[in-house]
């Protein structure tokens, strides 16, 4: 079986690695529902949420693909937007794990046989739109329920994973929150945590008897529109496979994007000394832990700047007085707010921005590290050592 990481589906030239189409499963993430191309598809009641609408116009050919539904975009089209997801997959033979119409269904675990083994696979998305609930369709959220069904999923199966979906965006290094659970998912008896969301690597560590992948990245994606990000047109595929006394074995394998004729090819990066230094940056921040609290905060004041501040209209300066660039950011960013706010769109976008921030678990753990630590309410661990392997990881540009 291998791992893979987001799949938004734009085109249908893609061209896989042959490994791929070998006939194992691959699991990876369907990032936002399969509706075909948007402009055929009408929504009669878009759900209200943060952010863009995502969709998979086309879904990869030739793997024995397994998805994971559980995700922030599935129910950006609402719950036509699932049904048809589950339609088109079903019609592809393709299973799926992590949404339904109910969240009794959205939780269930699906069963696979890989090489004669018996893998069992539940899902979730910590807090986002679209959660399922009593009666009302939705994706399976992160939460303590997950441990008894990974205790009586593991009486069934040869090995359990759980597919998660909970990162910062554009963040190389996995919250603490996150590091939490997937650390307590093994201790109930999962054999592998295959993360994604972050939309960048996060690296891997083994953790007792079971192996972490805390963000796999991008494994297909728009180049026109990813392009211009640090790190987000390579990601790392897992292999996962049963060593003759049934051992679990794995082998991370590196993957890029690469535009060709009109559509995409992907990629194994044989060798690059730029992804070489990148992953061992990112195993230097997991293995010690100093050095992890540190490049985190470093991480957690970086994004909060250029991805949280305007939207809160919260600017932490360490107590000293605001820089004449200090003023004139907040003056751009209230012209901003005001000239939305005339054009009637602030109503609908700004609120539901800062309710994501309050109900989702890693928004709330980055803001919490990085006001802390700016407003001196929490212990900076943030040494030179810390600051260096972060900005690596966060300025890395993409691998060609």
Known sequence: MFLVGDHVGFTNHVILPAWLNGGEWVLGN?????????????????????????????VAEGPRWIFCLANNHMMDFGVEGLKETLVRCGARGIPVVGAGDETKR???????EEAGRCIGILACA?????????????????GAWMFDAIRELRKRVDAVIVSVHAAVEMSPIPTPEARAWYRALIDSGADVVHGHHAHVPQGWETYKHGRIY??????????ARWGKSANTLWSLTVHLSFASDGSLLSEVVPVRIVEEGGGVRIDKI???????????ALQDVLDDEACYRGAWQTVAIDLYHSLYEHNLGFYPVD???PSLRD???????T??????????????????VQYNYVQCESHRDLLAEAMGVRLGVRRSFMTGKAKDLACLLLRTMPIH
């Open 30 to 58: 369907l990032e936002g529902p399969w509706i075909g191309e948007r402009a055929k598809w009408s929504c009669p009641e878009p759900p209200r949420k943060a952010g863009p609408r995502v969709w998979n116009g086309f």
């Open 106 to 112: 959205a939780c269930a675990p699906i069963i696979v």
């Open 126 to 142: 910590e807090h986002q739109f679209g959660m399922a609930d009593d009666g009302v369709p939705g994706i399976a959220p992160l």
């Open 214 to 223: 805390y963000g796999l990245g991008n494994f297909l994606v728009d180049p």
């Open 270 to 280: 044989e060798r690059s000394e730029v992804a070489d230094a990148y992953l061992a």
């Open 319 to 321: 107590g000293h007085r």
């Open 327 to 333: 003023w004139l950011k907040r003056l751009y960013h």
């Open 335 to 352: 012209m901003r707010t005001l000239w939305a706010f005339f054009r009637g769109t602030e109503k609908s976008n700004y609120p539901l």
